[in-house]
């Protein structure tokens, strides 16, 4: 079943965020509340210490001023504790790099809301959630195995989730291909004298 | 389109009630070129201007790209110039644009019309249509509106399907899109929008 609109249970969860230009990181309580009003993006990944995570989050850190610039908040979702994301990033020059909040999943109360836990091995799948402001899934993918996401694929995605929320029917979409019939004109002058 | 009519016959009697209310002729100058488009707006204007006496054409070579570029009847640009053949959802636009600058042109708000009088800043309009978009027309005929009205105020309109690397020039969402003042504040508008809604947008403009 499509997860496309479903909104997200409430939660509480423990993040560490090493903020950008701060000397120490630290631990913060993340909540449903938290994600409400703007758009965030859940990006779960199976566990810390392991080689292609430290790659797809780093691309994502690269990325983090676009995002926040765009009114989005990137959350990265492991079922490991905020203990051992506190390790992680200060063991790893890769993750070390990492300034979003990243979100500790222990009981996988997050991943399994999502439908991502892979119960044999208490781990979540490659998911990306993109959530809008009302606190429902706009848009997600999963990845099998060890196929890495990519952070601007992800970013234009978000921007057009936003632009669409925004004008709604407004707009039409910009698409032609060559060998499309041409258009007969209507006539409706009705208002116009 | 080339060999077909592009204004159907029945269309004719309309057209001429609308003629027929003109204060003053107008001028289309046609800047052709070998193109479909180019030869498509040199056959569309001849076939307009085949219809009435208030329609002077005038074909002159394209220098850059093919478009319908509109005159009043004392030879000042009106600032409006077509890009696109102005079937599908356009037609009616194209025949209000020449309406307006015709006279007495349709008719609006009056407190709208007179703060359009107010821009003082020239204000140019680039806006990128499909044919096919039903958001389109609305965004034009506001636009062209107020280039009718404002010398300051200059409308350029693309037809996407002539016109496609403007997606990637402008990161084009969807259309209507308008680009003011491209080469300086660069604002992007998107969607349909009424007159006073565009128009406060201009005057956000300083």
Request: glycine share 6%.
């Amino acid at each position: 079943m499509s997860l496309i609109n479903k909104e997200i249970a409430d939660f509480s969860a423990q993040a560490f965020i090493k903020a950008a230009g701060a000397e120490k990181g630290k631990f913060k309580t993340i909540t449903k509340a938290d994600l409400l009003d703007k758009w965030s993006v859940l990006f779960f990944y199976p566990a810390d210490f392991t080689f292609i995570c430290p790659t797809e989050l780093e691309d994502l850190a690269n990325l983090y001023e676009k995002f926040q610039n765009i009114g989005c908040e990137i959350y990265s979702v492991s079922c490991d504790t905020h203990f051992v994301h506190k390790a992680w990033h200060e063991n790893s020059t890769k993750v070390g790099r990492i300034t979003y909040p990243m979100l500790a999943d222990p009981t996988a109360a997050l991943a399994r809301d999502l439908d991502v836990y892979i119960e044999a091995d208490g781990m979540a799948e490659r998911g990306t959630f993109i959530i809008n402001p009302k606190g429902r899934v706009a848009a997600y993918e999963v990845n099998a195995g060890n196929v890495g996401r990519n952070a601007d694929e992800l970013l234009r995605k978000v921007e057009a989730l936003q632009f669409v929320a925004k004008h709604g029917d407004e707009v039409c979409p910009a698409k032609w291909q060559p060998g499309d019939e041409t258009l007969k004109p209507s006539i409706d002058l009705v208002g116009l004298l | 389109m080339i060999g077909e009519s592009f204004i159907p016959q029945s269309f004719h009697p309309q057209l001429a009630q609308v003629f027929a209310r003109f204060e003053h002729p107008v001028r289309i100058v046609t800047h052709y070129d070998q193109s479909d488009l180019g030869k498509d707006l040199q056959k569309f204007s001849s076939e307009l201007a085949a219809l009435t006496d208030k329609i002077a054409i005038s074909l002159k070579e394209a220098a850059d790209i093919p478009g319908m570029e509109l005159f009043f009847h004392d030879g000042r640009a009106a600032g409006i110039i077509y890009h696109a053949l102005p079937n599908g959802q356009e037609f009616n636009s194209f025949i209000a644009a020449l309406y307006n600058i015709a006279g007495p042109g349709k008719v609006i708000d009056v407190e709208a019309e007179k703060k359009a009088k107010t821009i003082t800043s020239k204000k140019a309009i680039k806006i990128i249509v499909t044919l096919s978009c039903h958001n389109c027309p609305v965004v034009v005929q506001a636009m062209q509106r107020m280039a009718s009205l404002n010398d300051n105020i200059s409308v350029e309109i693309f037809d996407y399907a002539h016109f496609a690397d403007l997606k990637d020039k402008y990161d084009l969402k969807g259309v209507p899109c308008c680009i003011i003042n491209e080469e300086d504040e660069r604002k992007f508008i998107y969607g349909k929008k009424e007159f006073s809604e565009l128009l406060a947008e201009l005057l956000d403009i300083k």
